[in-house]
């Protein structure tokens, strides 16, 4: 099942206590002007397969307990908010990932490629406009 509300003026905090359809595979929330943290709904929907929650106000830390649940997640962006803190190290737990995008946000801290590298169907990833630190290592050639 597919739910894309993209594209329109919906705004404010999504509630905590959300409940969609656990038959939610594509859900598609991006260019509204949604606010707040993430809901803590979105932790259990084991069956998703794309996320995209781009282009609205999302602030924020993202828990670690986020990827917990998404075994089958192959797109995920949260491009263009204003997520802040580090990126989580549990985004390894999500083995599908084909896609990331986490630009344009306020992440910052280290990142450790050896959980990017762990992800061994990743194919596009974007923390582009963040306020990552670090060096480059030398694997970075694997991409």
């Known amino acids: 099942m597919v739910l894309s509300l993209s594209h329109n003026n919906f705004n404010g905090s999504i509630t905590p206590s959300l409940t969609l ?6 859900l598609n929330l991006s260019h509204n002007g949604f606010s707040g943290q993430i809901p803590t709904s979105f932790l259990n929907m084991s069956s998703i397969r794309s996320l995209d929650l781009s282009h609205n106000s999302f602030s924020g ?4 307990s986020f990827f917990d649940s998404y075994n089958f997640l192959h797109y995920f962006s949260l491009s263009n908010n204003m997520f802040e803190g580090q990126i989580p190290s549990r985004i390894s737990r ?3 990932l084909n896609s990331i995008d986490l630009s344009n946000n306020r992440f910052t ?6 959980i ?3 992800l061994s169907r990743l194919r596009q990833l974007d923390f582009s406009s963040d306020v990552l630190s670090g060096s480059l290592p030398n694997g ?3 991409f």
């Open 116 to 118: 990017v590298w762990s």
């Open 21 to 26: 359809s656990s038959t939610i595979q594509n």
């Open 140 to 142: 970075i050639s694997k």
């Open 61 to 64: 830390h993202i828990p670690q």
């Open 109 to 114: 801290g280290y990142i450790d490629f050896a």
């Open 94 to 96: 999500c083995s599908s």
